[in-house]
T-cell receptor, first 115, second 114 residues
């Protein structure tokens, strides 16, 4: 089915471990985004990508790394997980638009717990 | 820096009550405005959006929002809520021409009691 998927849906890891969250979209959208959702903060942008091999930092990028070798995939890596990175992570994508009014479509989220 | 404020963090209503959720943003230029909804255990879905034209925007499931430029506001309304409207609601702003980076408010949790 077409859409945006994330894996895993749930992940428990330990402090200091590397973790990669996967995001895949079937629409060939140019833009992709990673957000984290924390109580009281809403969603905050971690990184975004305007196209393959083009990425840029968002509001809270520290401790995260992204890559975009293919248009449809946008993995997010926590290089050395910390407890403060316990959160729900959402991937999103949208069509190319010069004006930016197209909606973003969100994946189902990954609930990450760092012990 | 741009920011979005949602005034109510938790709202509890009975079915058939009217709903208004406040949203204010801080940015002096052209903006695009969105309301997203997140039902329990689900991902975010778009309720409605405003980018130009009529400041009164109608969305899905009977929701509407009014953009008041002079007040930097984009409040969400529904005349009669249902139990199925129980969800978290997020207001979001994107700066026109700014890669559509969405800036979200902290969210409002709505609980509707039968």
């Amino acid at each position: 089915d077409a859409g945006i998927t994330q894996s895993p849906r749930y992940k428990i890891t330990e402090t200091g471990r590397q973790v990669t969250l996967m995001c895949h979209q079937t629409w060939s959208h140019s833009y992709m985004f990673w957000y984290r959702q924390d109580l009281g903060h809403g969603l905050r942008l971690i990184y975004y990508s305007a196209a393959a091999d083009i990425t840029d930092k968002g509001e809270v990028p520290d401790g995260y790394v992204v890559s975009r070798s293919k248009t449809e995939n946008f993995p997010l890596t926590l290089e050395s997980a910390t407890r403060s990175q316990t959160s729900v992570y959402f991937c999103a994508s949208r069509e190319t638009s010069g004006d930016g009014y197209n909606e973003q479509f969100f994946g189902p989220g990954t609930r990450l717990t760092v012990l | 820096a741009q920011s979005v404020s949602q005034h109510n963090h938790h709202v509890i209503l009975s079915e058939a009550a009217s709903l208004e959720l406040g949203c204010n943003y801080s940015y002096g230029g052209t903006v695009n405005l969105f309301w997203y909804v997140q039902y329990p255990g689900q991902h975010l879905q778009l309720l409605l959006k405003y980018f130009s034209g009529d400041p009164l925007v109608k969305g899905i499931k009977g929701f509407e929002a009014e953009f008041i430029k002079s007040k930097f506001s984009f409040n969400l309304r529904k005349p009669s809520v249902q139990w199925s409207d129980t969800a978290e609601y997020f207001c979001a702003v994107s700066i026109s021409g700014g890669y559509n980076k969405l800036i979200f408010g902290a969210g409002t949790r709505l609980a509707v009691h039968p």
